[in-house]
């Protein structure tokens, strides 16, 4: 069936044979998002080891391959957590785990996204594992991105919601403001991210803070953005991944594209 995109994602290429039609069932965001995930495990094969994303779409990823460890459809598979949480996820599943010491090269990550523009570079991290995630995403030799159809964007931050950035907790303020300098043209705020009625700040699996960006317009270059992010003293990463994922698999009322980097 012909996927309908929203008129702005016009993806490089699309394989018919990974087409899918849902549209004779209403279903769920969340519905969508699992669609999404079950599809993206189709692409794990015996033998391999895997990047397990985080968030509520990675988590139905997470679940799909236990439960085809535990019927044997899949075997031998290794599992690289991207988070405490899903590391705590995979241990009660059952699912093997090691890390990027004992496994430097990841045959394929399987990973949720903020937002995905029409070059598929993304914006991750609202859950808090952009570091993580990143470092893992970096090391796969393909990095499945899995959405509904809500996360496409004319441009990054185009969603008017969060671009995340992890800082060192030192002079948190300082490390604002010089970010929000840096896309002033934008019309960028900052917000620390707190946690709770006392508005404590969110601290990451890695003991850093984040900032949270917004942004009026678009932000440019994507790659001279992320330059002059990390060039800042006091930032650890950034939520842009620019370049990274090989395939973006959107579920959307009409169907499930599966959309190939060139």
């Known amino acids: 069936m012909a996927i309908a995109y929203p008129q702005f994602f016009k993806p490089k290429k699309v394989e018919p044979s990974l087409m899918v039609s849902v549209s004779s069932v209403n279903l769920s965001q969340d519905e969508l998002k699992k669609v999404a995930a079950y599809k993206a495990v189709e692409f794990v094969e015996s033998g391999m080891v895997v990047g397990l994303g985080t968030g509520s779409t990675a988590k139905h990823a997470v679940d799909k391959i236990a439960e085809l460890l535990h019927t044997g459809k899949l075997k031998n598979i290794i599992g690289i957590p991207t988070s405490k949480i899903t590391h705590e996820q995979a241990v009660s599943l059952g699912i093997p785990l090691s890390d990027l010491n004992k496994h430097p090269i990841v045959d394929l990550s399987i990973d949720g996204a903020d937002e995905v523009d029409q070059e598929m570079n993304l914006v991750k ?138």
């Open 125 to 262: 991290g609202r859950g808090g594992s952009l570091l993580r995630e990143k470092m893992v995403e970096a090391a796969s030799k393909k990095f499945i991105v899995i959405v509904d159809e809500s996360k496409l964007v004319n441009y990054l931050g185009g969603s008017g919601l969060a671009m995340p950035v992890e800082i060192v907790p030192f002079c948190w303020e300082f490390t604002l403001k010089r970010l929000e300098m840096l896309f002033i043209e934008a019309g960028c705020v900052g917000k620390l991210r707190t946690v709770g009625e006392d508005g404590e700040a969110y601290v990451t699996d890695n003991g850093n803070y984040i900032i949270d960006l917004y942004f009026k317009k678009d932000m440019g270059d994507l790659k001279a953005a992320s330059d002059a992010i990390l060039r800042l003293a006091g930032v650890v990463e950034h939520g842009m991944f620019i370049d990274m994922a090989t395939t973006v698999i959107v579920a959307g009322k009409l169907g499930v594209s599966v959309t190939n980097k060139e």
